[in-house]
């Protein structure tokens, strides 16, 4: 495998990751889902697809989360229920080396899903005291469930916990961002060193460094500016649409 694989994409996969950091980092989000929507356009092997996902969402969480940090948004006890489950699976996740095909389709379902929930997301609700995640069991139980995907395929989780937190009314919209920022980068993390202790690869060190660097800058600008929540929504569909058109392309291409 050639060390610069991806060189021939960067002119058009650097604005792209940089334009995604700054939509999802603006919505607490790591852009996951994203970077790997683009990265399987260029054919590249899963290993770096993965790895290079892991490292984008851990830079653009690890800048938003020292943000939110220094806000205190969130207490410990908001916090370690939701990564008790999901640390421990998302690196048992990343330990996997799945068969190509099974890799690719199971990237096409989770990217689709990911898709409709941007694109039906509702983002005011009521905030709801009681319900199955606002007890220690749900939380854990749907943190492992969420966990254990993310490290299979090489994201954070947060593009799937968040919305259903929305969905039920979980904490406010604030509250919700933090946490899944922080669920993202912790189970990112967890992925990327599970990933890298058990498959041999060789790192793109030139090409990873500059799409991290990008989707630094994209986090600046997210976190710094909000969107205006018509904005964000309409911005929310494009990509929805765009990462639909891959998960059907992925499916398509690998259950034919």
Same mark, same amino acid.
């Given at each position: 495998?050639?060390?610069?694989?991806?060189?021939?994409?960067?002119?058009?996969?650097?604005?792209?990751?940089?334009?995604? *950091?700054?939509?999802?980092?603006? *919505?607490?989000?790591? =852009?996951?889902?994203?970077?790997?929507? +683009?990265?399987?356009?260029?054919?590249?092997?899963?290993?770096?697809?993965?790895?290079?996902?892991?490292?984008?969402?851990?830079?653009?969480?690890?800048?938003?989360?020292?943000?939110?940090?220094?806000?205190?948004?969130?207490?410990?006890?908001?916090?370690?229920?939701?990564?008790?489950?999901?640390?421990?699976? *998302?690196?048992?996740? =990343?330990?996997?080396?799945?068969?190509?095909?099974?890799?690719?389709?199971?990237?096409?379902?989770?990217?689709?899903?990911?898709?409709?929930?941007?694109?039906?997301?509702?983002?005011?609700?009521?905030?709801?005291?009681?319900?199955?995640?606002?007890?220690?069991?749900?939380?854990?139980?749907?943190?492992?469930?969420?966990?254990?995907?993310?490290?299979?395929?090489?994201?954070?989780?947060?593009?799937?916990?968040?919305?259903?937190?929305?969905?039920?009314?979980?904490?406010?919209?604030?509250?919700?961002?933090?946490?899944?920022?922080?669920?993202?980068?912790?189970?990112?993390?967890?992925?990327?060193? *599970?990933?890298?202790?058990?498959?041999?690869?060789?790192?793109?060190?030139?090409?990873?460094? %500059?799409? +991290?660097?990008?989707?630094?800058?994209?986090?600046?600008?997210?976190?710094?500016?909000?969107?205006?929540? @018509?904005?964000? @929504?309409?911005?929310?569909?494009?990509?929805?649409?765009?990462?639909? %058109?891959?998960?059907?392309?992925?499916?398509?291409?690998?259950?034919?």
């Amino acid at each position: 495998m050639e060390l610069h694989f991806l060189s021939d994409n960067l002119f058009w996969l650097v604005p792209a990751f940089f334009a995604i *950091a700054v939509l999802y980092s603006s *919505a607490g989000f790591g =852009g996951g889902t994203g970077y790997l929507s +683009m990265m399987v356009i260029t054919d590249v092997d899963q290993s770096i697809v993965r790895w290079v996902s892991y490292m984008c969402n851990i830079t653009v969480t690890g800048f938003s989360g020292v943000r939110y940090g220094f806000r205190k948004v969130l207490t410990f006890n908001e916090i370690w229920p939701w990564v008790l489950g999901s640390v421990p699976l *998302a690196f048992v996740g =990343g330990q996997l080396k799945l068969a190509d095909r099974l890799y690719f389709i199971l990237l096409g379902i989770l990217l689709l899903m990911a898709a409709m929930l941007l694109l039906f997301q509702k983002r005011k609700r009521e905030i709801r005291v009681n319900g199955v995640f606002n007890t220690l069991v749900g939380q854990f139980s749907l943190g492992a469930v969420i966990g254990l995907l993310s490290g299979m395929v090489g994201v954070g989780g947060g593009i799937f916990l968040s919305p259903i937190l929305h969905l039920v009314g979980w904490k406010t919209p604030q509250k919700i961002a933090a946490l899944s920022t922080f669920f993202i980068f912790v189970n990112a993390l967890s992925g990327a060193i *599970a990933f890298a202790t058990r498959n041999a690869f060789q790192v793109p060190i030139y090409d990873a460094g %500059i799409l +991290m660097a990008a989707v630094l800058f994209g986090a600046v600008i997210g976190t710094n500016f909000s969107l205006s929540e @018509k904005g964000k @929504k309409r911005i929310r569909s494009i990509t929805g649409v765009l990462v639909a %058109i891959v998960a059907f392309r992925l499916l398509w291409q690998h259950l034919g």
